[in-house]
């Protein structure tokens, strides 16, 4: 069965900063026709990087939407002109001070396909060195490393709601599972 949608026609409804909102006309599967709103975003990235006493680096930061503190992994919006790699290099030095090594893609999350197009990039890496952060003006954080196994429990009790942080902690503690006994990620 073809699953696929058309698009008709596409109406802007919104163009901020961060998103745009469209309302799509489409032709459904069936022919019939249908309505679909469309938050668009340029997409992020979010990083799992690793001490060597297999700590990951977390931030804490306060998040409007929900109007409170969320501890998150690194991340941030994909800018014009960056790989999602070199972003996600970008901000893990900007926010915690420190630079990775030996980076390796987690794939692809999907926060809200219902109606939002925003892909976030999930990279590992080992944290190599420690600097000082390079906060935007408009940025407010902590930083704080907290154990994998740790992380893990606290994904699994809820205390990281946080749906691109979450995936990251479980796919890097599996591949490290896994990887258990091996002396390289590679």
């Known amino acids: 069965m073809n699953l696929t949608e058309k698009c008709i026609d596409s109406t802007l409804i919104y163009d901020g900063k961060v998103i745009k909102v ?3 006309n489409v032709e459904l599967p069936n022919g019939d026709k249908g309505k679909r709103e469309v938050v668009g975003h340029r997409g ?3 990083i799992a ?3 060597d006493k297999d700590e990951l680096l977390f931030v804490r930061q306060f998040r409007y939407p929900y109007k409170e503190v969320v501890l998150e992994l690194p991340a941030g919006k994909l800018e014009a002109g960056e790989t999602p790699l070199e972003n996600g290099k970008r901000e893990l030095k900007e926010e915690t001070g420190c630079l990775g ?3 390796v893609s ?4 999907y926060p809200s396909p219902g109606y939002c197009g925003e892909i976030i990039h999930l ?5 190599e060195n420690y600097g000082e952060q390079n906060l935007d003006n408009d940025e407010f954080l902590q930083v704080e490393k907290i154990h994998i196994d740790r992380a893990v429990e606290m994904v699994l009790n ?3 709601p946080d749906g691109k942080s979450q995936t990251a902690i479980l796919k890097t ?3 490290l599972k896994n990887l258990k006994g091996r002396t390289s990620l590679y």
């Open 123 to 127: 990279y590992f890496c080992k944290v």
């Open 22 to 24: 469209t309302v799509d």
């Open 106 to 109: 987690l794939g692809k999350f």
């Open 101 to 103: 090594t030996g980076y």
């Open 49 to 51: 990087a690793l001490t």
């Open 158 to 160: 809820n205390e990281i």
């Open 173 to 175: 503690a599996l591949m």
């Open 44 to 46: 992020g990235v979010c």
